[in-house]
């Protein structure tokens, strides 16, 4: 029972996924005639990521990114990539689900980095090296996991000073109370600046 239910779902998957990249095809006719690699991608992908139902989520997130629908189409990128990482004992080196996992965080960086998400494109470079154990992607390789760890702390530190300079107080320096004298002759008051007292200079003395 539950392998006709997987066999169900696999082919209702399929059929999704087949409409869904009619739509793309249609809506950039001339793209996936220039670049044929492109062909090669979308039938390896379909090979590893139709058994698990999410074929069709990635071609609906490929749609999303052509219309110019980027949160969308990186917000599901991000389910598949999480779905796939839970596979950690498939997660070999020579293994299909390495390769297009690999594929696939290198995506959603560069959505990332286009849509000017750097705190997020940085911590999913990090993601990458932790679960795949690589410095770089190929998408982007000048951008490698030291200068994400640099990225990230630079942007920590501008949050942190920013919230300090929302919370911090200047304190202005106390004023000495001036003491007032009284002039006995003519009843006016003079201020008495505050400070020690003046020693003249002496003079010479005529010997």
């Known amino acids: 029972m539950l392998r006709i239910k997987s066999i169900g779902a696999g082919i209702i998957d399929l059929l ?39 074929f ?15 949160d969308q189409s990186i917000s599901i990128l991000n389910y598949i990539i999480g779905a796939l990482e839970e596979e950690k004992s498939a997660l ?22 286009d849509r000017g998400r750097l705190e997020e494109a940085a911590m999913l470079l990090v993601r990458a090296n932790s679960n795949l154990n690589v410095n770089y992607l190929n998408h982007m390789p000048e951008f490698d996991v030291k200068a994400a760890h640099i ?12 919230d300090n300079k929302a919370c911090s107080i200047v304190v202005a320096p106390e004023k000495e109370p001036s003491a ?17 007292k003046v020693i003249p200079f002496p003079t010479p003395i005529r010997t």
């Open 92 to 113: 070999t080196k020579d293994s299909e689900i390495y390769r297009w996992l690999l594929y696939l965080y290198g995506v959603a960086l560069k959505a990332q980095i």
């Open 180 to 196: 007032s004298i009284t002039s006995s002759k003519r009843g006016t008051t003079t201020a008495k600046k505050p400070g020690g």
């Open 16 to 54: 999704e996924s087949f409409s869904l990249l009619i739509l793309m095809v249609l809506s950039v006719p001339y793209r996936i005639c220039r670049r044929l690699d492109g062909l090669v991608n979308i039938f390896g992908l379909a090979k590893t990521l139709l058994p698990r139902g999410l």
């Open 56 to 70: 069709a989520a990635f071609i609906r997130s490929r749609l999303d990114q052509r219309l110019g629908n980027l």
């Open 151 to 162: 990225l990230k702390a630079g942007i920590a530190a501008s949050k942190l000073l920013n």
